[in-house]
């Protein structure tokens, strides 16, 4: 609106009554707006676009290390820390928060959860352990040394995946939307919606944060994407199809989930739901990888 005035005030060549400084301020002022700011808006526009529909990344792995995982956790959360994993395990009268030596997978110390609740999620966060509930809407905060229950909290869906960045804890329910809590008051303070190529990506499970990129299982699949935090936008495909086949012949076996990584020593473990092994892999591009393993 104040850029039609200058318009008006335009004859011929000359900007009448106007000083010279003025009339060169107006006339930058609508080459900009006329111009300029339309072709920065058009390169930002076919910028975000091409953002939105870039082709994310593809991996396969290789099969780095195994180590023994218990056929009877029903892993739904994990954690790496000082060479000890930390697990939760689901199914009502089942559920447990776990700490187990990776190498040998001795259980080192246990708490359960009774009857009432159905374990999910995890995180590590400034030295304690938050623990989700499937349907109960309700989250546990445990000392992560002794296990002892300092607290809990609540929130408003189901309860799925959980981990962390340095302010946040990043929370799943099985949706395409990410929740990212404060936590001191465990306040929703940003929502992000997961997309693929412009297309919603549900069944968000399981969270690990890696290097500044989210991992997500994508529940009842072989499959893990990389997620921007600042975009909900997948960079990358891990298809780990083969993993399970390569634990052996385990009727009881579920799906994959479960996710841990090594900080230190760049270490990456994925393990599933009642599988008797839990491997260290290296990403590779998919064209690169080994074939996966068949039945």
């Not at 011929?12 to 609508?30: A, E, P, Q, V």
């Not at 082709?55 to 956790?73: C, K, L, M, Q």
């Not at 069944?203 to 935090?229: C, D, M, Q």
Request: hydrophobic share 40%; glycine share 10%.
């Amino acid at each position: 609106g104040a850029l039609a005035a200058p318009i008006k005030l335009c004859q011929g060549d000359r900007l009448y009554g106007l000083g010279t400084r003025t009339r060169s301020l107006i006339l930058k002022r609508t080459l900009m707006a006329f111009f300029i700011l339309p072709l920065l808006t058009l390169g930002f526009q076919e910028s975000a676009a091409g953002a939105k529909d870039r082709e994310p990344a593809r991996f396969g792995y290789r099969i780095v290390n195994i180590f023994p995982h218990d056929t009877r956790a029903f892993t739904q959360g994990l954690i790496f820390h000082n060479n000890y994993l930390y697990e939760s395990t689901g199914l009502y009268g089942h559920s447990q928060l776990r700490k187990v030596h990776l190498e040998t997978g001795r259980v080192e110390r246990i708490h359960y959860q009774g009857d009432k609740y159905f374990g999910e999620g995890l995180a590590l966060f400034k030295g304690r352990l938050y623990q989700l509930t499937w349907q109960n809407r309700i989250g546990f905060i445990f000392d992560l040394d002794s296990f002892k229950e300092i607290g809990r909290f609540s929130y408003k869906t189901e309860g799925w995946g959980l981990t962390s960045d340095e302010n946040h804890l990043i929370m799943s329910d099985g949706s395409a939307t990410l929740r990212f809590l404060d936590p001191k008051t465990f306040r929703v303070v940003k929502e992000l919606q997961i997309f693929d190529r412009g297309r919603a990506l549900y069944h968000l499970n399981e969270l690990e944060f890696i290097k500044g990129e989210i991992y997500a299982n994508i529940w009842n699949t072989e499959n893990i994407v990389r997620i921007s935090p600042a975009t909900g936008q997948v960079t990358g495909w891990i298809d780990l199809t083969g993993l399970k086949a390569a634990c052996g012949p385990d009727a009881r076996m579920d799906v994959l989930n479960g996710i841990a990584y090594d900080e230190r020593k760049n270490r990456l473990f994925v393990t599933g739901k009642f599988w008797p092994k839990l491997f260290e892999i290296e990403l590779l591009p998919l064209a690169e990888a080994p074939p996966p393993v068949r039945r």
